[in-house]
C-alpha cells in the first residue's frame, strides 16, 4: 500500500510538469533508441562474419602449391609443381585430427552448350570437396569415387554457370563442351552468393581431379589440397603437422623455405569477427553516453524540483514523514522519469530499426536480450542520478522548509 501510494505520487509530480518531465526523459528516450539501432547493426554484422565463416569450409586447412620467398627468390603462390596426390593422402595417413583432404587443380575456361558460352572457373576435385567446403547439391547429385577413378568426363554446375548457360532449361543429363571435351551435367549446387571480398562464389564448375589432370591440364601436380580438421580446437596442432609431413614428403632441408604455403582461412574470417564485435562496443559505449546525459538532465531537474517544493517538503517532514518517505518519494520520481523513458527509448529503438531497414536497407538484427539490458541501464541511471536530489531533500530542515516562501 505504502508502496503504491509512493509511486502514485511520483507519477502525479510528474505529470503535473508534463513538459519539463518530457523534455527531461528525451535524453533516455535518444541513449535507449540510439544504443539498440547500433547494436542492432552491429548483431547483423556479426551474423553475415559468422556465416561467412560457416561458407569457408568444415574447419578448412588449405595447401597451396608455391612459396612465397624460396632462397632467397620471391617465387609466388603456385609458383613450383612440387604439390601431388600422394601428399594429400600422406597427411590423411600420417596426421591425426585431419578428417578429410581433397586435392585441387583450377583454372580458366569457356564453357560451352549450344551457341552460348560462359568464361568461369573449374576446379578438379575428390568427392570429398563438397563436404569440406560445405557445399550442398541442389539438384541431381555429386561425382563418386568411381566417377574419379575411371577419369568420367561429368560435372556439377555453380549456379551462376547454370543460369548463364541455360536460363530457365533444366541442365541435368545436358552436355556442355569445355576445351573440346564433352561433360555430362550430373548436378547443380546450392547458391552461396558473394564472398566477403566481393568475389561470386557460385560462378565455376567441379569435375573429378583425375578428369581435370588428364583432360584439361594434362599435368600430375596439383594447385592445391584442401584438408578438414575434426574440430576448429584442432586446427592449430594439426597445421604444424601438415607442414612437417609435407616438408619431409618434398625432401626440404631444415636451411630451405616451405615450396608451398598453408592457410586457415577462419582465422582472417574470426579476425573479421572480432573487429566487428570491438566495433559494435565503441558504437554501444558512445550511443550510451546519451544515457549519461539523459541521467544528469534527471539530476538537474530533481535538483530544481526540490528547491521549488522545499515549503512542501517541510510540511511533509512537520507532520510525520520521515527522512526515508522523503527519499523515497523523490528517488520514486527519478526512477518512474527513467523507467518511463526507458520505455520510449525501446520503442523509439525498434522504430528506429524498421525505418533503418526500410528507408537505407541495412541489416538489421534487435535483440531481446540487449533491449532488457537497455532498459534495466535506464533504471540505474534513473537510481544513480536521482539519489543525491533525494538525498538533498531528506536532509532539509523542516523549520527552514515552512520558512520558505
Known amino acids: 500500500m ?6 502514485r505520487e511520483a507519477v502525479l509530480a510528474l505529470v503535473r510538469n508534463r513538459i519539463r518531465s518530457l523534455l527531461t526523459m528525451l535524453g533516455i528516450i535518444m541513449g535507449v533508441g540510439s544504443f539498440i539501432c547500433v547494436v542492432a547493426v552491429g548483431n547483423a554484422g556479426s551474423s553475415r562474419v559468422e556465416e561467412q ?18 632462397s632467397g627468390v620471391r617465387i609466388g603462390s603456385r609458383g613450383t609443381k612440387t604439390l601431388m596426390v600422394g601428399d594429400a593422402q600422406a597427411v590423411l595417413d600420417q596426421v591425426p585430427g585431419v578428417k578429410n583432404a581433397s586435392p585441387n587443380v583450377d583454372g580458366h575456361i569457356q564453357a560451352i552448350y549450344g551457341n552460348l558460352n560462359w568464361g568461369t572457373q573449374y576446379r578438379g576435385v575428390s568427392p570429398e570437396y563438397f563436404e569440406i ?9 555429386g561425382f563418386t569415387q568411381d566417377d574419379v577413378e575411371k577419369n568420367a568426363p561429368v560435372c556439377v554446375l555453380g549456379q551462376t554457370v547454370a543460369l548463364n548457360l541455360f536460363g530457365e532449361e533444366d541442365p541435368l543429363g545436358k552436355t556442355i563442351n569445355i576445351k573440346s571435351v564433352p561433360f ?40 592445391d589440397i584442401y584438408f578438414s580438421a575434426a574440430s576448429r580446437a584442432e ?20 636451411s630451405e623455405d616451405d615450396d608451398f604455403n598453408i592457410r586457415t582461412p577462419e582465422e582472417l574470417i574470426r579476425a573479421q569477427l572480432a ?25 538537474n531537474i530533481m535538483l530544481i524540483s526540490v528547491t521549488e517544493r522545499t515549503r512542501e517538503i517541510g510540511i511533509r517532514l512537520a507532520i510525520g514523514a520521515t527522512e526515508q518517505d522523503i527519499q523515497l518519494q523523490f528517488l520514486s520520481e527519478a526512477i518512474v522519469m527513467s523507467l518511463i523513458g526507458g520505455a520510449l ?20 538484427q534487435l535483440s531481446p536480450h540487449i533491449m532488457a ?31 520558505y516562501e
Not at 53 to 70: F, H, K, P, Q, T
Not at 386 to 403: N, S
Request: include cysteine; glycine fraction near 12%.
Open 235 to 254: 586446427i592449430p596442432e594439426v597445421t604444424r603437422r601438415i607442414i612437417g609431413v609435407m616438408r619431409e614428403r618434398h625432401h626440404l632441408r631444415a
Open 133 to 141: 567446403r560445405k557445399w550442398q547439391v541442389r539438384l541431381g547429385a
Open 2 to 7: 505504502f508502496l503504491s501510494t509512493i509511486i
Open 184 to 223: 555430362k551435367v550430373i548436378g547443380v549446387l546450392q547458391c552461396k552468393g558473394f564472398s566477403a571480398t566481393g568475389q561470386d562464389q557460385d560462378d565455376f564448375v567441379v569435375m573429378p581431379v583425375t578428369t581435370a589432370q588428364k583432360r584439361i591440364t594434362g599435368a600430375e601436380c596439383l594447385d
Open 345 to 364: 527509448g525501446v520503442l523509439a529503438g525498434v522504430l528506429g530499426s524498421f525505418l533503418l531497414k526500410n528507408t537505407l536497407h541495412w541489416d538489421m
Open 275 to 299: 573487429a566487428a564485435n570491438v566495433f559494435t562496443l565503441l558504437l554501444g559505449s558512445a550511443a550510451s553516453l546519451s544515457l549519461l546525459v539523459g541521467g544528469i538532465g534527471i539530476m
Open 373 to 403: 539490458i537497455a532498459g534495466l541501464f535506464s533504471a540505474i541511471v534513473g537510481i544513480f542520478f536521482g539519489y543525491y536530489p533525494a538525498r538533498k531533500a531528506a536532509q532539509l530542515d523542516p523549520i527552514e522548509g515552512l520558512r
Open 53 to 70: 565463416l560457416s561458407n569457408v569450409g568444415d574447419n578448412l586447412i588449405w595447401v597451396e602449391a608455391g612459396s612465397r620467398a624460396r
